[in-house]
């Protein structure tokens, strides 16, 4: 009788250890499922470059200050503002956070962040324009110029891409961007204003950028 009970006693330890072991190994499988979310959820979360993240690094790492005798900014800055950059960054194809070439938001964010450490390079290639790095200076005032010179806004200037591809060609494109260059004939200069038109396209587009009565020059971006 005693010998039994012994048997029956190993047999339900025996039960016992093999249901732990499979809970064990479920555990351990349920655990593995749950990493390989987290990690499908952390590079989802990484996402494509976004306009709140180019826009704090370029205003934070391009900056001007103010000539005292022309009172025009001196320095990298790309932008008047937050907001002239997050209206402007709207016109901007994403492209990739991987990009470091290219008329994308994907290189400007690369260049914005690299402009801490040399602003005098990598600003240009950050802003609007893109300095022939991020995109020939004339797609980024196009690009600008096509989303907010539009007679919806009650700012029409150019009828088509090709006919601001056009305009932009024939004024010389040898300036680096900043927006102290605001008043003579030079692509800098329209881009300038088509970043101000962002934010006021009767203004700047009508007012600065449109052709004058010999369809060659602008308003303002004049020699």
Partial sequence: MKSAVMVASAFLALLGCSSGTQNASDAGSDASAGDSGAKDSSATDAGAPSC????????????????????????????????????????????????????????????????KSDPVTHCPHAGPAGDGTCGKDCDGFCQLAMMYCTASNNAAVFTSLADCQSTCAKFPDTERFNIGVQADMSVACLVYHAQEASSDPPDHCLGDIIADDAGDLSTTCHN
């Fill in 52 to 115: 709140q993240d180019y826009c704090t690094a370029i205003m934070t790492n391009c900056t001007s200050t103010t000539d005292p005798d022309s009172g025009l900014p001196v320095g990298n800055q790309q932008y008047t503002d937050m907001q002239n950059c997050l209206n402007s960054c709207k016109a901007m194809p994403v492209g990739a956070l991987s990009d470091t070439s290219g008329n994308t938001l994907g290189c400007r964010l690369y260049h914005a962040t690299a402009a």
